[in-house]
Protein backbone atom coordinates (compact mmCIF):
# COMPACT_ATOMS: atom_id res chain seq x y z
CA UNK A 1 0.00 0.00 0.00
CA UNK A 2 1.54 3.27 -0.66
CA UNK A 3 0.73 6.91 -1.77
CA UNK A 4 3.63 8.75 -4.48
CA UNK A 5 3.44 12.32 -4.04
CA UNK A 6 5.34 13.63 -7.98
CA UNK A 7 5.46 16.96 -9.53
CA UNK A 8 7.18 19.04 -7.41
CA UNK A 9 10.04 21.31 -8.57
CA UNK A 10 11.83 25.31 -8.75
CA UNK A 11 9.46 27.71 -10.76
CA UNK A 12 9.20 31.29 -10.61
CA UNK A 13 6.66 33.38 -8.89
CA UNK A 14 3.73 33.54 -10.79
CA UNK A 15 3.74 29.77 -12.42
CA UNK A 16 2.31 26.99 -12.36
CA UNK A 17 3.05 23.57 -11.28
CA UNK A 18 0.70 20.42 -11.06
CA UNK A 19 0.97 17.82 -8.33
CA UNK A 20 0.09 14.15 -8.53
CA UNK A 21 -0.94 11.55 -6.05
CA UNK A 22 -0.94 7.81 -7.44
CA UNK A 23 -2.21 4.99 -5.15
CA UNK A 24 -0.76 1.63 -5.46
CA UNK A 25 -1.61 -1.36 -3.17
CA UNK A 26 -5.31 -0.26 -2.91
CA UNK A 27 -8.10 1.90 -4.79
CA UNK A 28 -8.51 5.10 -4.24
CA UNK A 29 -12.32 4.97 -4.77
CA UNK A 30 -13.70 4.76 -1.32
CA UNK A 31 -11.11 7.82 -0.33
CA UNK A 32 -11.10 11.49 1.04
CA UNK A 33 -7.29 12.61 -0.83
CA UNK A 34 -5.68 15.97 0.84
CA UNK A 35 -3.04 17.66 0.28
CA UNK A 36 -0.60 19.16 3.24
CA UNK A 37 2.49 21.17 2.90
CA UNK A 38 5.46 21.43 5.27
CA UNK A 39 8.32 23.95 5.97
CA UNK A 40 10.97 23.47 8.59
CA UNK A 41 10.17 24.38 11.84
CA UNK A 42 6.48 24.49 11.28
CA UNK A 43 3.49 22.19 11.56
CA UNK A 44 2.08 20.41 8.57
CA UNK A 45 -0.98 22.53 7.25
CA UNK A 46 -3.88 20.97 5.00
CA UNK A 47 -4.45 22.45 1.25
CA UNK A 48 -6.57 21.04 0.09
CA UNK A 49 -9.04 17.85 0.19
CA UNK A 50 -11.20 15.61 -2.36
CA UNK A 51 -13.99 13.52 -0.85
CA UNK A 52 -14.96 10.01 -2.44
CA UNK A 53 -17.77 12.10 -3.91
CA UNK A 54 -16.16 14.91 -5.10
CA UNK A 55 -16.08 17.40 -2.42
CA UNK A 56 -13.95 19.70 -1.89
CA UNK A 57 -12.02 21.98 0.66
CA UNK A 58 -9.32 24.31 0.18
CA UNK A 59 -7.58 25.87 2.73
CA UNK A 60 -7.85 29.95 2.28
CA UNK A 61 -4.39 30.40 1.17
CA UNK A 62 -4.74 29.03 -2.08
CA UNK A 63 -8.41 29.39 -2.86
CA UNK A 64 -8.67 31.11 -6.58
CA UNK A 65 -5.48 29.60 -7.01
CA UNK A 66 -5.52 25.68 -7.05
CA UNK A 67 -7.44 23.44 -8.04
CA UNK A 68 -8.06 19.61 -6.47
CA UNK A 69 -8.77 17.04 -8.79
CA UNK A 70 -9.30 12.94 -8.94
CA UNK A 71 -8.64 10.55 -11.70
CA UNK A 72 -10.18 7.12 -9.84
CA UNK A 73 -9.67 5.06 -13.54
CA UNK A 74 -5.76 6.57 -13.03
CA UNK A 75 -6.00 5.66 -9.26
CA UNK A 76 -4.61 9.15 -8.85
CA UNK A 77 -5.43 12.63 -7.97
CA UNK A 78 -4.18 15.45 -8.78
CA UNK A 79 -3.54 19.05 -7.10
CA UNK A 80 -2.72 22.03 -10.05
CA UNK A 81 -1.39 25.31 -8.60
CA UNK A 82 -1.45 28.57 -10.17
CA UNK A 83 -0.36 32.29 -9.39
CA UNK A 84 2.40 30.57 -7.02
CA UNK A 85 4.24 32.58 -4.66
CA UNK A 86 6.99 32.56 -2.58
CA UNK A 87 4.87 31.61 0.70
CA UNK A 88 4.00 28.54 -1.52
CA UNK A 89 7.65 26.98 -1.04
CA UNK A 90 7.31 23.37 0.97
CA UNK A 91 7.56 20.10 1.07
CA UNK A 92 4.01 18.97 -0.30
CA UNK A 93 2.63 15.18 0.82
CA UNK A 94 -0.80 13.96 0.21
CA UNK A 95 -2.68 11.71 2.58
CA UNK A 96 -5.54 8.98 2.00
CA UNK A 97 -8.30 8.56 4.37
CA UNK A 98 -11.71 5.98 4.36
CA UNK A 99 -14.08 8.28 3.56
CA UNK A 100 -16.95 7.55 5.90
CA UNK A 101 -18.32 11.23 5.55
CA UNK A 102 -17.27 12.08 9.45
CA UNK A 103 -13.78 13.24 9.29
CA UNK A 104 -11.89 16.34 9.56
CA UNK A 105 -9.79 16.91 6.58
CA UNK A 106 -7.13 19.23 8.39
CA UNK A 107 -6.57 17.14 11.22
CA UNK A 108 -3.22 15.25 10.19
CA UNK A 109 -4.11 11.78 12.51
CA UNK A 110 -7.45 10.97 10.90
CA UNK A 111 -5.40 9.53 7.75
CA UNK A 112 -4.54 6.33 6.88
CA UNK A 113 -1.44 6.22 4.60
CA UNK A 114 0.79 9.09 3.94
CA UNK A 115 2.86 9.92 0.17
CA UNK A 116 6.48 10.96 0.88
CA UNK A 117 6.19 14.77 -0.11
CA UNK A 118 7.53 16.41 -2.97
CA UNK A 119 9.40 19.65 -2.53
CA UNK A 120 7.70 22.76 -4.55
CA UNK A 121 10.38 25.73 -4.71
CA UNK A 122 8.85 28.86 -5.67
CA UNK A 123 11.98 31.13 -6.34
CA UNK A 124 13.06 33.98 -8.62
Known amino acids: VQLQASGGGLVQPGGSLRLSCAASGFTLDDYAIAWFRQVPGKTREGVSC???????QYADSVKGRSTISRDNAKNTVYLQMNSLKPEDTAVYYCAAVQDNGSYDWRWILEYDYWGQGTQVTVSS
Open 50 to 56: ISRDGRI
